[in-house]
């Protein structure tokens, strides 16, 4: 198999291939690695050498597709992970595989190597000082979005069809719309979020994959979705399989659209346009579609979020050996320090606003079934924007930085619904902009029938980045 053929397939198409025995598994592993090599060698975003050989794995829906796992995790048995942190050295090797780790081996997927994220997974840029910025295929000169900035800019290259992401506060979403993907954060509870990891940040964390099309969205969504056994949350069961709803007919939906941030932060007007197209897309679909979002106190958002990130660095002073603070970040030794002087008193506070917030998200999707945001405030950022190595930050003021960025994703990591940014826009210069539709809790059906509807109506496939396996 060339690696132009290799590189025009999704996941789908190649374990089409490979089932009806038209490519081998080892041809198919073989163009990746050719692959990532010559894409890696531009954009930098694996964290470590390819595994040699590849993780082993079992026969399922995507057997023999490769994929890559991002570097704060899901852990598998025996692989270093560095968490983008100078301070953990080598690596610290991984005891057992998490739970979706395990499903990831049982669908088959060829796992080859560790993608890049910014030190604890902490910003909505994939620059930390261990590895050096991870550029975006479509002008090396901007980012990647975070912090599953490696998976994103390797799956647009056309390195690998699909990674794995984990998002927390957008961090799934973020990177999709600055590298042109479909990233979907599921619902709380929608997928395991691990082994011995309590809650997943709080209950806002949610563990999936970046992908370029819908179908390997719904198709890996099948395989992986369910809790693992003692996770504090669980998600309403399916009604039937996710792959089919992708061709479903949504029916007339009421949708709600909104280009103004929470915050208040300013939003670009290419993004911005991005969205509203989207919306009058979905009205000539037949949907219902009106002006208006969830009344929201911003404050109550920060200040869960805040929770939500020193619960991120509490690991750290667990740890049997403390990581050197002259190896770590700026940002990072304040989340450390920061997550060693707050009081119980504080974290209750911070579980209280994001009770707040998700009553009041929940309200609103009562009387409406999905909702449209842009995803980012504005399009990929040039590297150095969120210089998270920069002196001087606050907890709450490294936090609102980031919110000036991307002010629409974390609501919905508090509130718990499914999210999804599809790659609907390109600015003037051709760079990609995402669209944020989410759902009530539980709902992925329904985002995947509209995310069908959009993927047909306003196609994305035929543009493909500067930066792509498949140009030879």
Request: aromatic residues 6%; hydrophobic residues 45%; glycine residues 12%.
């Amino acid at each position: 198999m060339e690696t132009h053929e290799y590189a025009c397939h999704d996941g789908v198409g190649l374990s089409g291939l490979i089932s009806r025995g038209e490519v081998s598994a080892a041809e198919v592993e073989q163009a990746a690695r050719r692959a990532l090599k010559t894409v890696n060698e531009k954009i930098n975003g694996l964290a470590a050498p390819l595994f040699t050989p590849a993780l082993d794995h079992g026969d399922g829906p995507f057997t023999g597709v490769p994929f890559l796992i991002k570097d704060i995790g899901p852990m598998a048995r025996g692989v270093p992970f560095y968490c983008g942190s100078r301070a953990l050295g080598p690596g610290v090797p991984a005891q057992e595989d998490h739970e979706l780790m395990a499903r990831f081996r049982a669908a088959g997927l060829v796992t080859m190597g560790l993608t890049t994220a910014p030190e604890l997974g902490l910003n909505f840029a994939t620059e930390a000082v261990r590895y050096g910025p991870t550029r975006n295929p479509w002008n090396l000169d901007r980012g990647v979005g975070g912090s599953s900035g490696g998976a994103a800019g390797l799956v647009a290259a056309g390195a690998v069809p699909l990674a794995h992401g984990n998002d927390g506060a957008g961090s799934l979403r973020v990177p999709a719309s600055c590298c042109g993907l479909v990233g979907l954060k599921p619902s709380r509870g929608r997928t395991p979020v691990g082994a011995d990891t309590g809650m997943g940040l709080l209950g806002m964390l949610s563990e999936f994959a970046l992908t370029r099309t819908v179908r390997d969205t719904a198709r890996l969504l099948d395989v992986v979705a369910g809790p693992g056994l003692g996770d504090a949350f669980t998600a309403p069961p399916p009604a039937g399989r996710y792959a089919d709803e992708v061709t479903a007919d949504p029916g007339r939906l009421r949708v709600a659209v909104t280009t103004r941030a929470w915050s208040g932060a300013a939003v670009d007007g290419e993004v911005a346009q991005a969205a509203v197209r989207a919306a009058e897309c979905l009205a000539g679909l037949g949907h219902h579609v009106d002006v208006a979002s969830p009344v929201l106190d911003w404050e109550s958002v920060v200040s869960a979020v805040a929770a939500e990130a020193v619960a991120s660095a509490a690991p750290f002073l667990l740890a049997p050996r403390q990581p050197p603070a002259e190896r770590l970040e700026a940002v990072s030794r304040v989340m450390i320090a920061a997550a060693r002087e707050r009081r119980a008193v504080d974290l209750v506070a911070g579980l209280n606003a994001a009770g707040r917030v998700s009553r009041a998200v929940a309200r609103f999707f009562v009387d409406t079934d999905l909702l449209v945001t842009p995803t980012l405030a504005r399009p990929p950022a040039p590297h150095g924007t969120l210089d998270y190595d920069e002196d001087g930050h606050t907890v709450e003021s490294w936090l609102r930085t980031l919110f000036d960025h991307g002010p629409f994703t974390a609501v919905f990591n508090i509130a718990g619904q499914p999210a999804i940014s599809l790659p609907l826009g390109e600015s003037a210069d051709g760079l990609p902009i995402g669209v944020q539709l989410v759902a009530a809790h539980g709902r992925e059906d329904l985002l995947l029938r509209v995310a069908g509807q959009l993927e047909r109506a306003l196609p994305w496939a035929p543009r493909t980045p500067a930066v792509h396996a498949g140009h030879g």
